[in-house]
Structure formats: structure tokens, C-alpha cells
T-cell receptor
């Protein structure tokens, strides 16, 4: 079956602009996660949704970052007033809701802020 | 918070066995995961340990000691395609789902 999909695969923007990154999880997965990964580092947790609600947003670095999942499926990560330090690969993952289930990652969106 | 340590790079020979270690410090352990990540690709799940002991899955095995804050990933009969980064990730706290990842171990398999 289809895996986690993310669009766009690459996004280049200018400092100060607004960007939206989309994630389409595996069908039937109620849990959805956003991470970001810088070169040579492991993924860094941003936010976790259970259904439509953000169950844990403790990883969002500041109020420029916001994410939604209005119908409990597709999610959008929104970044306002982008900064060069926001450049990274943004990874989305999904899973079933139990703690024992692994997270399946999408291919990521490479964001470059010039 | 959590501190996760794993070696930055390792090199091994095709057909051999390699062990990748991971140590962690956490205030409330709730599971450890290993992921494989090829360059430019998404991490893919390898194993999950929540109780002490060894979990075996084909050529890959993972071990956990909660009292020592220690895990290892064992790869047997190495193949060239095993060249990748191996990420150790810990989940902290009951009810939390977020994973905290180490920086990864880049494994190079040589002929």
C-alpha cells in the first residue's frame, strides 16, 4: 500500500516568507508526527497529533511554527517569517495509536531559506 | 531531557558482524527504537525494545539493558546495501509518543 507522502519534495524560499509543508499519512494511522532533520543529525521532534488534535507540541521551536490536521488525516506544517536557521529536511511520520507501533516516515521536504 | 550517544562512524567488511552501541540518559524510559537511514532517504524502522533482553529479526538483532541505559544493534552477514546511518531513538515518559533521536552512526561496509 501507499506510504507516507509529503509535498513539495523541495522548497526554496526567501528569508521572511511564509511556507506550508504538506503530509499525507498512511491510511488508517491516527497518529501523525512532524520532525526536522539537519545534516549529520538525527530527526528532532516538533509536534504529534492524535486524530485532529495536537497531543504534544512541545518540540515547536517558537510561535512562528504551527501545524494543523483538521480532518484527522492530512496535516500541514506552517512556518511564518522564515529564517535561514529553519533550513532543514522536514519529516512527517504516521503510526497506529498504540505505544508499541513504529512510526513510518515520509521522504521529507527539503526546505532551504535563502 | 535526554542525552543519547552513539559512535559517529564505523567501518566493517562485507560478510562480517558489526555491533552499534547506544547509551542514553532519561528520566522516564518508555521504549527504544532503531532506524536505518540511507543517504537522502527517510528513516525506516528496524527494531523496538521496551523490556530487557535481545530481540532478533533476521540478520538484525537489538539488545536493551534499562538499568545500564544501554542498547546495541547487531548486524550479521553484512551486505554492501547495509551501508547507511543507524539511528537510536528513545521514547520518554508514559503517554508520550515523541522520539528523541541520537545523531546516528554512519556505517560503511567495504568489500
Amino acid at each position: 500500500g501507499a506510504g507516507v507522502s509529503q509535498t513539495p519534495s523541495n522548497k526554496v524560499t526567501e528569508k521572511g516568507k511564509y511556507v506550508e509543508l504538506r503530509c499525507d499519512p498512511i491510511s488508517g494511522h491516527t497518529a501523525l508526527y512532524w520532525y526536522r532533520q539537519s545534516l549529520g543529525q538525527g530527526p528532532e521532534f516538533l509536534i504529534y497529533f492524535q486524530g485532529t488534535g495536537a497531543a504534544d507540541d512541545s518540540g515547536l521551536p517558537n510561535d512562528r511554527f504551527f501545524a494543523v490536521r483538521p480532518e484527522g488525516s492530512v496535516s500541514t506544517l506552517k512556518i511564518q517569517r522564515t529564517e535561514r536557521g529553519d533550513s532543514a529536511v522536514y519529516l512527517c511520520a504516521s503510526s497506529f495509536s498504540g505505544a508499541q507501533y513504529e512510526q513510518f516516515f515520509g521522504p521529507g521536504t527539503r526546505l532551504t531559506v535563502l | 531531557g535526554q542525552n543519547i550517544d552513539q559512535p559517529t562512524e564505523m567501518t566493517a567488511t562485507e560478510g562480517a558482524i558489526v555491533q552499534i552501541n547506544c547509551t542514553y540518559q532519561t528520566s522516564g524510559f518508555n521504549g527504544l527504537f532503531w532506524y536505518q537511514q540511507h543517504a537522502g532517504e527517510a528513516p525506516t524502522f528496524l527494531s523496538y525494545n521496551v523490556l530487557d533482553g535481545l530481540e532478533e529479526k533476521g540478520r538484525f538483532s537489538s539488545f536493551l539493558s534499562r538499568s545500564k541505559g544501554y542498547s546495541y544493534l547487531l548486524l550479521k552477514e553484512l551486505q554492501m546495501k547495509d551501508s547507511a546511518s543507524y539511528l537510536c531513538a528513545v521514547r520518554e515518559g508514559t503517554g508520550r509518543r515523541a522520539l528523541t533521536f541520537g545523531s546516528g552512526t554512519r556505517l560503511q561496509v567495504q568489500p
